[in-house]
């Protein structure tokens, strides 16, 4: 099978890529970035999704089977302080994806989305699972922007307009690992603390800590990817989850990454947040297979090695 990957130059991009070359399919990048470090047997385009000309001649240079859209602005602070590149690329560089897929005889699409679409709805399942029929009320631009991803990929699977590729919305929670950045301003909590934790800096924890995530581990989100790309029924535009059913608190994070003891300063809160998710992941479970094998613990503990090789 021949897979191309969008974003495939970036952190979730770069682990998928590695996944389907090892599980024996042809892969290929498609990304205006250059990698950090090419992974061998995969070919890379340097293209931004958004220019449909330089798009469309990669997409038939390369006939793929199957489009795994990854390529976004992933960042919720971003999307508020700057909307228009996060709806460029979210929204108008999704509809470009599709429509080269069509015209290309991509047989299926997949959108990486995220749980941002359920916005202030999550409050209403505090303590709960989130599962997929829960309703979207985006909370900030990002979260927006993959709920009409999500609508177009229903609409072009739906065939009622089109004879267009057959496409699933991967709905990712929190997603942790080696290769996240951790110096940027826009970094996760995670990817913060480890970067404060390293330099010997207080973590800053936004606003109280109380708030919960569903954490899932890089290299199981990459295999849930690579099982929707070998999934052998039609998933007809459907949305699944993919998280690990589990949550921490921003407060238990700190704790596991730098012990009670490490230095905190508590800031304000920022606009767009959601308070809680964690992900029902039954569906994932059921229809492809897929249930996440690697510990919240042992994820971190993977990145502090990353960060000792690099040291």
Not at 117 to 143: C, M, T
Request: hydrophobic share 40%.
């Amino acid at each position: 099978m021949k897979i191309l990957v969008t974003g495939g130059a970036g952190f979730i991009g770069s682990h998928l890529l590695e996944d389907v070359i090892a599980a024996g399919h042809d892969a290929a990048s498609l990304d205006y970035a250059d990698p950090e470090g090419a992974i061998a047997g995969v070919r890379y385009f340097k293209t931004d999704f958004c220019e449909w000309d330089a798009l469309m001649r990669d997409f038939i240079a390369y006939k793929p089977d199957v489009v795994v859209h990854l390529g976004a602005i992933p960042s919720v602070q971003k999307s508020i302080l700057d909307p228009l590149p996060t709806m460029r690329s979210g929204v108008t560089g999704t509809y470009m994806v599709l429509e080269a897929s069509r015209l290309a005889g991509v047989k299926r699409v997949i959108l990486a989305s995220s749980g941002a679409v359920f916005g202030s709805a999550a409050a209403e399942y505090s303590g709960k699972l989130l599962d997929e029929s829960a309703p979207l009320r985006p909370l900030n631009p990002y979260g927006l922007s993959k709920k009409m991803g999500e609508e177009m990929l229903a609409l072009w699977a739906s065939k009622e307009i089109w004879d267009g590729p057959d496409t699933v919305s991967l709905r990712f929670f929190n997603v942790f690992g080696p290769r996240q950045r951790r110096d940027s301003a826009y970094a996760s909590a995670i990817e913060r603390f480890l970067y404060q934790w390293e330099a010997g800096e207080p973590f800053t924890i936004v606003p109280d800590g109380k708030q919960r995530r569903d954490m899932v581990y890089v290299k199981d989100v990459a295999r849930a990817v690579r099982l929707a790309c070998e999934h052998a029924e039609p998933l007809r535009g459907e949305q699944i989850h993919i998280g690990s059913g589990t949550n921490y608190s921003i407060l238990e994070m700190a704790d596991i990454i730098g012990g009670p003891d490490h230095p905190r300063v508590f800031i304000e809160p920022r606009a767009g947040e959601i308070r809680e998710t964690r992900a029902d992941i039954s569906k994932a479970k059921r229809v492809l297979g897929w249930e996440p094998q690697t510990p919240f613990v042992a994820g971190i503990e993977a990145m502090k090695e990353e960060l000792k090789k690099k040291t």
